[in-house]
């Protein structure tokens, strides 16, 4: 089942008796588990219908048990069960699944990772038409801008593309982490505004809108070379706005789109833009920076990009600061 699908049923109060929940991303996991903590008893139902569980603290057989028991002054129990991913013989969860009991909603938490699909457990987990499984994959970064829309969108709330790439490219895939900035920054909106833009972002968040890896991107796309020259000087005084290793790899992202775009044979927008995993508002940047780069002077850039990926990390004895081979990789790179 998808994340959106389990979330339409249990905000229409219907309840499935069992929910496993895994996979790398934890974010959905923890939606969905926490909604089903917060709504599915009364309070007063959950003094004596509620467990929570921790599967490093317990063993299988607990589990059981308590999904065995019957509610008490209630139609129903709630038992979640934490970090399942760390309780031992997991499989012996089948004999439960295949019967379970209607009066007890059972969540299992099992994060990071997912069941071995070799175990019966997964495989009778696969086929059930009746239990909530839902396998939660990390976003690919490309994706992300795309899923902070979609999230300010159901709330009411928009965010400029440009305001929505800057956060990815800073704060990762991580998206508990990208959810609770969204929230300060909606939290922090004047009255009657609705739309997240970059100034949003450098006053409440502090990542500058004019110096940041993003416009580092657009300066060398348009081969400026007095503002690329100012953000690496904005970053060998602020370290942490562009440590050198994000940078480096944020600019070879860049290039092989770029290099990429060069070799398709369909450049519409959103050919283009499906082809290279970005939004179809930055696909005219790139267009404009593979008329300035050839795909064999691009090849030349990569080759830099890594000689500088290696010399960040001490190969080479290059005793330089950060700051000093940023700026003659930018160099190398624009000449």
């Known amino acids: 089942m998808t994340f959106e699908k389990i979330m339409t049923e249990l905000n229409k ?13 934890p974010y959905f996991i923890d939606v969905i588990s926490d909604y089903i903590s917060e709504n599915a008893l009364t309070e007063d139902e959950k003094t004596f219908n509620q467990i929570v569980m921790y599967g490093k603290d317990v063993n299988i057989y607990s589990v059981l048990d308590a999904a065995k028991r ?20 997991i499989d012996k969860l089948l004999f439960y699944i295949e019967k379970p009991l209607e009066s007890t909603i059972l969540v299992i938490n099992y994060k990071n990772k997912t ?45 400029v593309p440009a305001a929505a790439a800057l956060l990815t490219e800073y704060l990762g895939c991580e998206l508990s982490k990208i959810v609770n900035e969204l929230n300060k920054l ?46 690496i000087e904005y970053f060998s005084r602020n370290p942490s706005a562009g440590p050198m290793v994000m940078v480096v790899a944020s600019i070879h992202s860049y ?15 959103s050919s283009a833009a499906s082809a ?30 890594r000689e500088y990926d290696l010399k960040s990390k001490g190969v080479g004895s290059s005793y330089l600061p950060d700051g000093e081979l940023m700026r003659e990789m930018i160099y190398k790179i624009m000449h």
């Open 13 to 25: 109060g219907q309840y499935r008796t069992v929910y496993f929940l895994m996979g790398e991303e």
């Open 70 to 89: 019957f509610p008490m002054m209630s139609q129903r129990q709630v038992v979640i069960v934490k970090e399942a991913q760390n309780l031992k013989d």
């Open 115 to 159: 069941l071995d699909k070799r175990l019966k457990l997964y495989k009778t987990l696969d086929k059930s038409k009746d239990l909530a499984v839902l396998d939660s994959s990390r976003l690919y970064d490309n994706k992300v801008p795309g899923w902070i829309s979609s999230y300010l969108d159901e709330r009411g709330y928009s965010i």
């Open 186 to 231: 909606v939290i922090t909106l004047p009255v009657n505004d609705k739309k997240i833009t970059l100034e949003h972002i450098e006053t409440n968040i502090g990542i500058s809108k004019d110096y940041n890896v993003f416009e580092l991107q657009k300066a060398l796309g348009e081969k400026n070379v007095l503002k690329a020259n100012r953000i």
């Open 255 to 269: 290039f092989v789109k770029i290099l990429a775009l060069h070799y398709l044979t369909d450049k519409s927008q």
């Open 276 to 305: 290279l995993r970005v939004n179809p508002f930055f696909v005219k940047d790139y267009e404009a920076a593979s008329r300035k780069y050839s795909a064999q002077k691009i090849i030349g850039i990569i080759s830099i990009l």
